[in-house]
């Protein structure tokens, strides 16, 4: 034969304290869900800054990246006369 060893609890009435515990516990659970809302949406908002200043460099470097392009086919140019130049092929 099983024993059934579980304990059933008396139903008391709630003490003041408990009822002061229970209603404690419920503020500190509606504040912490009010700060997780705010830190969540802190988040939100940072992530939407993180992506735009990181378009923003992704800009600079492609624009970066063009003129430095452009420079150096300037300077190859350069360099290219100066040799015809030298080689006395150069056309004037």
């Known amino acids: 034969m ?9 139903e008391e ?3 003041p304290i ?11 659970q509606g504040a912490m869900q009010n700060m997780l809302k705010m ?15 990181m378009e923003k460099c992704r800009e ?7 003129m430095l392009e452009e420079e150096r086919e300037r300077f190859q140019k350069a360099a290219l006369a100066v ?6 092929t150069g056309t004037t």
């Open 39 to 53: 830190t969540s949406s802190e988040v939100d908002q940072s992530i939407a800054e993180i992506a735009t200043d």
């Open 83 to 88: 040799l015809e130049m030298l080689n006395g």
């Open 13 to 15: 009435p709630e003490s």
């Open 60 to 66: 600079s470097v492609s624009e970066k990246g063009r």
């Open 18 to 28: 408990s009822s002061l515990l229970v209603d404690i516990s419920n503020q500190l």
């Open 2 to 10: 099983e024993e059934n060893n579980a304990i059933i609890p008396c």
